[in-house]
């Protein structure tokens, strides 16, 4: 019996798109005649229909005649498989932006934010430490003060390094990452010239020290001006 005009399009009643394969197809139609079958509990006239539609796509010449047949339909068809890649899309995007926000977070709060306190426990007091040497550096008890100041620096900054090493940067974050990386180099580069002024009292060593801590302080500053553009 020829199916009557007001028959719904095969692509839509086998839920394809226009352009499905073959393979697609019959796959589409043995999945839903196996939901659909009325041994199953299925519905008798959706078999029917599934049988129509298969009738017609299953064969390359009718599924070719129908083409040329419904331009339209085929063509909104293809626009709506179309459609539906393009949510699939922007659906994956949206979730691979949101785990991409989850991991920089979790790498700011786990990773930069303690390193940021280390840092600034060692580059702060720094002046105060300076001053109170300048007094008499050759003062044995004001001297064991500032060396005892960076050993605890030394400390702090090997706390650091390992906490730059526990967790890599997700790829958003990698010039940040390295900005905070150069940050801690430079800070233990002044703690080495600074040891070494102690042990020789070469003035150089510590114009040199107080002017790396003096631009790691203000490397530090453009960090967290970064940190607050991430805005998250």
């Given at each position: 019996?020829?199916?009557?005009?007001?028959?719904?399009?095969?692509?839509?009643?086998?839920?394809?798109?226009?352009?499905?394969?073959?393979?697609?197809?019959?796959?589409?139609?043995?999945?839903l005649v196996k939901q659909?079958?009325?041994?199953?509990?299925?519905?008798?006239?959706?078999?029917?229909?599934?049988?129509?539609?298969?009738?017609?796509?299953?064969?390359?010449?009718?599924?070719?005649?129908?083409?040329?047949?419904?331009?339209?339909?085929?063509?909104?068809?293809?626009?709506?498989?179309?459609?539906?890649?393009?949510?699939?899309?922007?659906?994956?995007?949206?979730?691979?932006?949101?785990?991409?926000?989850?991991?920089?977070?979790?790498?700011?709060?786990?990773?930069?934010?303690?390193?940021?306190?280390?840092?600034?426990?060692?580059?702060?007091?720094?002046?105060?430490?300076?001053?109170?040497?300048?007094?008499?550096?050759?003062?044995?008890?004001?001297?064991?003060?500032?060396?005892?100041?960076?050993?605890?620096?030394?400390?702090?900054?090997e706390k650091v390094d390992?906490?730059?090493?526990?967790?890599?940067?997700?790829?958003?974050?990698?010039?940040?990452?390295?900005?905070?990386?150069?940050?801690?180099?430079?800070?233990?580069?002044?703690?080495?010239?600074?040891?070494?002024?102690?042990?020789?009292?070469?003035?150089?060593?510590?114009?040199?020290?107080?002017?790396?801590?003096?631009?790691?302080?203000?490397?530090?500053?453009?960090?967290?001006?970064?940190?607050?553009?991430?805005?998250?």
């Amino acid at each position: 019996m020829p199916r009557s005009s007001s028959a719904r399009d095969p692509y839509q009643v086998l839920g394809v798109a226009a352009s499905a394969s073959g393979a697609e197809i019959k796959a589409a139609y043995r999945a839903l005649v196996k939901q659909h079958h009325p041994d199953a509990g299925g519905d008798e006239h959706r078999i029917l229909e599934l049988n129509a539609a298969w009738e017609v796509l299953g064969d390359a010449e009718r599924r070719a005649a129908h083409d040329r047949a419904h331009p339209l339909t085929t063509a909104g068809s293809a626009r709506s498989a179309r459609s539906a890649a393009a949510g699939r899309a922007a659906r994956k995007a949206t979730a691979q932006a949101a785990r991409g926000d989850a991991e920089l977070l979790a790498w700011l709060q786990t990773v930069y934010a303690p390193i940021d306190r280390l840092l600034a426990q060692v580059i702060n007091p720094f002046p105060a430490q300076l001053r109170a040497l300048s007094a008499d550096p050759y003062d044995d008890q004001l001297m064991e003060s500032f060396c005892t100041f960076l050993e605890q620096s030394q400390a702090k900054l090997e706390k650091v390094d390992a906490l730059y090493r526990s967790m890599a940067a997700p790829a958003s974050a990698q010039g940040f990452s390295l900005s905070v990386y150069h940050c801690l180099s430079q800070v233990q580069d002044a703690l080495t010239e600074l040891e070494r002024y102690t042990m020789g009292y070469v003035d150089s060593y510590l114009r040199d020290g107080r002017e790396m801590l003096r631009e790691a302080k203000q490397r530090r500053t453009r960090l967290q001006e970064e940190r607050r553009r991430l805005e998250i």
